[in-house]
Antibody, heavy 118, light 109 residues
């Protein structure tokens, strides 16, 4: 069965960077987009971008250009998102999710809570 | 950017019909597909795909959920509403990049 296992919660300092992971199993990792979505506490969902692990192509929400960097390691079926120059506005739960044919996302990771605090 | 507008909340009685709407700032339909999708999210959980391409039921989703619409106006219907359906519902478009609506919180009347 399809599973997306994300890394654990992070407590990071303002101005620093963090890299979170999403390990995929149960399907061919290189054949599907991997999306990343942000959810601030009590708020809705915000699309960050996607990566196609098959060739490394990426597409970002313009708002996250320079903030988020998406990569993927085919050998370990793991997708990564690095967030840089962190501020309190980056405190949120971050989900990875598999992209399906029409651009819907059909499987989601459990989410990673990133807290930015000094 | 395509903006999706949802009502913040909807109060419904158990066993009744719930109709949740989503309006897009421009068409999200192509000649072949209506690129609007619906998700359910309960507190502390990841979202779950309910409906894709406006009207197709995702795997393992009960038939009391249905979707309709095209162009800029879309609807998610739950009939009849069960206690387990109390959650927040999001629409999402994939016509131009991806955006989500702000969510509609389904509450008990």
């Amino acid at each position: 069965q399809v599973q997306l296992q994300q890394s654990g919660a992070e407590l990071v300092k303002p101005g620093s960077s963090v890299k979170i992971s999403c390990k995929a199993s149960g399907y061919t990792f290189t054949s599907y987009d991997m999306h990343w979505i942000k959810q601030q506490p009590g708020n809705g969902l915000e699309w960050i971008g996607w990566i196609y692990p098959g060739n490394g192509n990426t597409k970002y929400n313009q708002k996250f250009n320079g903030k988020a960097t998406l990569t993927a390691d085919k050998s370990s079926s793991t997708a990564y998102m690095q967030l840089s120059s962190l501020t309190s506005e980056d405190s949120a739960v971050y989900f990875c999710a598999r992209g399906a044919y029409s651009g819907d996302v059909d499987y989601w990771g459990q989410g990673v809570m990133v807290t930015v605090s000094s | 950017d395509i903006v999706l507008t949802q009502s913040p909340a909807l109060a419904v009685s158990l066993g009744q019909r719930a109709t949740i709407s989503c309006r897009a700032s421009q068409s999200v339909s192509t000649s072949s597909y209506n690129l609007m999708h619906w998700y359910q999210q309960k507190p502390g959980q990841q979202p779950k795909l309910l409906i894709y391409d406006a009207s197709n039921l995702a795997s393992s989703i009960p038939a009391r959920f249905s979707g309709s619409g095209s162009g800029t106006d879309f609807t998610l219907t739950i009939n009849p509403v069960q206690a387990d359906d109390i959650a927040t519902y999001y629409c999402q478009q994939s016509r131009e990049l991806h955006t989500f609506g702000a969510g509609t919180k389904l509450e008990l009347k």
